[in-house]
């Protein structure tokens, strides 16, 4: 008998015009529901999202843990990729999970919710008003003053939720699934915990489409839109090219001496992705490559390409342009906004 763990799970042309994506392996047959408000899947039984749950720190934040798996991406002929994540590591897979040493480890903890808190030190709690108007380095301090570990969101946490989604959903297209809190006529963030009566663990307050209201998924709440969430340990140059650094324990803003390493270069337009490319040096990663698509078309999302720091998601009133393949690289390390904000993380030591 097969065990849960050990099988495959995947999506086939991930990158082609059509967001819509072919199941593939042990994924073959399984289908998610999306309803009014509350999303059913059967992938609740499949690992990892089956061995996804809630933690409390010590602190009485909220943390959603996510399993270690490893991940295979395969180019096909036509240019678009295969996507696969697995228990087990099969040859040709590797992992995200993986701490400033290159060792594996065996869970990440992403905030349940956005960070709230104070500038000295972030949190991740229910019914709490959102923390804006800080900078990428002030978000990350305010992460780290929680302890040894702790952090705030970064490239490789964002990586991890990407194949979750894009394999249990079959689209690169996040908000045909859940619209978020994205719509134009929104004025302000919302407070954290909108979605805590949700009973599934994908879903919307309310309503999947209207954008007036917060979504969640696998537990983890406005993974798009309210706020775009800062995103530590990738930096961009004013000749557009990506460096990326693996250990939160030495992320830098703005920083592309060693240990942070060139992986390749953004469009210098401002768009909808086309196209991303995956890192030679660590081919489970990947960034904008080609930014000439539509809000309806490959990755659905908008990526801004002028700036030196990263902010994911999108915010309230971004509409199209918000989704979980939105990349803001529009900002330097100084700007504060009142539509960024960030998310309190955690890997084990």
Not at 97 to 125: M, P, Q
Request: net charge neutral.
């Amino acid at each position: 008998m097969v065990s849960e763990k050990s099988k495959i799970y995947g999506v086939d042309n991930v990158g082609q015009s059509t967001p819509t994506l072919t199941r593939t392996d042990s994924a073959i047959g399984l289908t998610v529901t999306v309803g009014t408000s509350e999303i059913t899947s059967d992938f609740d039984r499949c690992y990892p999202w089956s061995d996804m749950h809630e933690v409390v720190d010590e602190y009485d934040n909220v943390f959603i843990k996510i399993p270690k798996f490893y991940s295979r991406i395969t180019k096909n002929a036509n240019g678009t990729y295969k996507h696969q994540i697995s228990g087990y590591r099969y040859e040709g897979f590797s992992t995200l999970f993986v701490d400033g040493k290159g060792n594996e480890i065996d869970y990440v903890l992403v905030g349940k919710y956005e960070a709230s808190g104070t500038s000295t030190k972030a949190e991740s709690k229910s019914g709490k008003t959102v923390l804006v108007n800080i900078t990428l380095p002030a978000m990350r301090t305010a992460c780290k003053a929680n302890g040894d570990g702790y952090q705030q969101y970064d490239f490789l946490i964002d990586a991890i939720i990407k194949e979750l989604f894009l394999i249990e959903m079959a689209t690169t297209n996040s908000q045909s699934i859940m619209s978020g809190y994205t719509n134009s006529s929104n004025s302000a963030a919302i407070a954290t915990g909108r979605t805590d009566k949700i009973k599934t663990a994908s879903g919307s307050e309310v309503s999947n489409t209207d954008g007036s209201h917060a979504c969640k998924y696998r537990g983890i709440e406005n993974p798009w839109g309210n706020v775009y969430k800062w995103c530590d340990g990738i930096t961009f140059n004013s000749d557009n090219d990506i460096y990326i650094c693996l250990d939160p324990t030495k992320y830098v803003s703005e920083d592309t001496a060693a240990p942070y390493f060139y992986v390749g270069k953004r469009p210098s337009s401002t768009g909808y992705i086309k196209a991303i490319s995956y890192f030679d040096k660590f081919p489970v990663l990947g960034y904008a490559s080609d930014q000439s698509g539509s809000e309806n078309t490959y990755y659905c999302d908008y990526n801004v390409a002028y700036g030196t720091v990263l902010g994911v998601g999108g915010r309230w009133n971004g509409g199209a342009n918000a989704g979980l393949w939105c990349w803001n690289g529009g900002n330097s390390a100084s700007n504060a906004r009142t539509s960024v904000g960030g998310r309190l993380c955690a890997k084990p030591l």
